[in-house]
Structures are given as C-alpha cells and as structure tokens.
C-alpha cells in the first residue's frame, strides 16, 4: 500500500494554495495563521519540495505546489462526488464517460440535450477515449472503443455498436463541380485521412477504384476532422455510417459513390461488469441504446 502524506496537511495546502495567501485559508478552514503554516511546512518536509515561495507576509506557489493542486482538486472532487452519492443516491449520481474524439464530436454532441433533459440528475463527466484503448481507464465507468474490445470478459462487459461501413464523402459544392463521376476521379482529388497509414482509403480503392492514385492527401487525428474538411471542401474524406450519417443528413456532406466497404474494427460501450451494479450506469447504457436503435 502506497504511503501518502497527511490528507489534513493535503488539504490545508489546497486551501493555501487556492487563495495564495496563509490567512485566507486559516479563515476558510476556521484554523490559525500559524497552523496552516504548520501543515504546509510539515507537507513540504515529507515531500522534500518547496511548495511557497515566502515574500515578507505574502506567499507565491511554485510550480509543484501548482501541479500538486491540479492533482489534489481532482481527488477531492472525486471524493466529494462519491460521497454525495451515498448521502443521498438519488439526488446526485456522477457518470465518468469516455468517447473517442470523433464519435464525441459528429455523433454524441448533438444528443448531450437530450440526456439531460431526460436524466437530470446524473452529472455526466466526458474524456477522450484514445482510438487504440480496448478498455476504459481506471475511474471510467463507461467508454466507447474501437476495435475487438477487451479480452478479459469476465471483468467487462462489451455491446457492440452497430457495425461500420466507410464510403467516400465531399462536400456538395465539390460533387456539383461534376469531377466525381467514377471512382478513378478520386484521383485528380485531395483524399482527407482519418488515419496514419491510409489504410482505410487504400481498402476502398483497391475494391472500387483499382489502381487509381490521389493527386494529394492530407492525414489527420482522428475522423471527425477528416470529416470537418471535407464539409469544408478541403478534399474528399472517408466517412462511416455512423460518424457521418448527421453531416450526410442535413447535407453537409454528400456520397459521391454509393460503394463501400466494411470495416475490420468496431465501436463498442465497454465497462467493467461491477459497475453495473450503478443504477446511473444502466441509466447511461440504456439511453445509448436507444439512441442507436433509432
């Protein structure tokens, strides 16, 4: 078990390092001048770092006392939001949710309203779900991968999202220029990546266009950058019936060629299996799927 400082001088520390002034932490704290000095001297000596810099009667936090903070708050949100929970389980019920960027972008954005409206009390906390994770982070509670989900099924439960196909999209200035009549037009055109190896795009090709060959690329992050240049008409983008289907639907974007082909990975909701036992959990799961199944 790892050791860790005294949580009272933690979080004496916080509270000086918030106000960046000894007395007004005393104050928030109902403690003296002198005893928060006390924690905070007693904290740098068990981490062997300077915390404050001193002028006189004023104090300036260093750059470790800075990151220590960052951390601290954190932690301590954490611990307040668990202990909400089970003062009063209804009133309060925080979901940790991590979704790759663009899923979080061209699909789950446009439907935070609705949850909301429809589950007032769940606090929902959203982060970046890496596209290569096949498993949520420690203090996730529920993530959407991509790709064959985790291996050990006996600790997470895994629900396959609907399954993808990917198929060419530009936008509709871009289609009605009359450039795009057959596959091998693509290659007098700019093909927007969503990845670093082009591996998409080479499937589709290699299937629809033979040996046609682009006359440019350019490679981004992640598909709903791809897809935001493409609507912008920065080139031609592969898009998925599920990243794309809101921008192909209030015709931002357009399908030159119906053909596509299926993808190799998958986006899945996985979580571990204990945290089904939280009823905001089955409430968050629930309301996905009923978003697809529309």
Known sequence: MRRLPSLAALRTFECAARHAHFGRAAAELCVTDSAVSHQVRQLEEQLGVVLFVR???????????????????????????????????????????????????????????????????????????PIDASAPGQDIDLAITYGSGPVDSSTYFVRPLPALAFFPVCSPSLFNQGSLKHPRDLARHCLLHDDQDGITWTAWLTTHAGDARPARQLYFAHAGLALEAAAQGQGVAMGDNLTAAEDLLNGRLVRPFSASVTALGQYALVGERLRLERPAVVQLLDWFQDQLHE
């Open 55 to 129: 002028e006189g009667r004023q104090i300036r936090p260093t750059l470790a006392a800075g990151r220590l903070m960052h951390s601290l708050q954190q932690a301590f949100d954490l611990i307040g939001d668990a202990c909400d929970e089970l003062r009063d389980p209804a009133s309060l019920a925080v979901v940790r949710l991590a979704v790759t960027a663009e899923l979080a972008q061209k699909w789950l954005m446009s439907r935070l309203a609705d949850f909301s409206a429809g589950y007032p009390h769940i606090t929902l906390h959203l982060y970046e779900q």
